[in-house]
């Protein structure tokens, strides 16, 4: 099973950037994925999560109300709607999935399969 991230990029505070996760394989539509990030000198946190079939969703709440987690099923791939960025949310960022089946969980010991990671650098 593979993840692929993209979307990663440069960006002014109070800009905006959009993140997609691709899973390679069709069973991801009923397990929960979630956005984990990891900034220079600091642990891997999660960001935001959502379950299976997107019905609920969970958010650091240094993000909530900026950053939005949404999936589309039909092409096996979770999104990170990111607005009113700033520079402190300059880190990696990582898709992540727990074993197929899951619900949402927000321990990162708990998810096994990670992307490869995009780059979100925000600056003036």
């Known amino acids: 099973v593979q993840l692929q991230a993209s979307g990663g990029g440069t960006v002014q505070p109070g800009g905006s950037l959009t993140l997609a996760c691709t899973a390679s394989?069709?069973?991801?539509?009923?397990?929960?994925m979630a956005w984990f990030r990891q900034a220079p000198g600091k642990e891997r946190g999660v960001v935001a999560a959502?379950?299976?079939?997107?019905?609920?969703?969970h958010y650091a709440d240094s993000v909530k109300g900026r950053f939005t987690i949404s999936r589309d099923n039909a092409k096996n791939t979770v999104y990170l709607q990111m607005n009113s960025l700033k520079p402190e949310d300059t880190a990696v960022y990582y898709c992540?999935?727990?074993?197929?089946?899951?619900?949402?969980?927000?321990?990162?010991?708990?998810?096994?399969?990670w992307g490869q990671g995009t780059q979100v650098t925000v600056s003036s």
């Open positions: 394989e069709r069973t991801f539509s009923n397990t929960a």
């Open positions: 959502i379950t299976g079939r997107g019905g609920y969703t």
């Open positions: 992540a999935a727990p074993p197929p089946g899951w619900g949402l969980t927000t321990d990162k010991d708990n998810y096994v399969y």
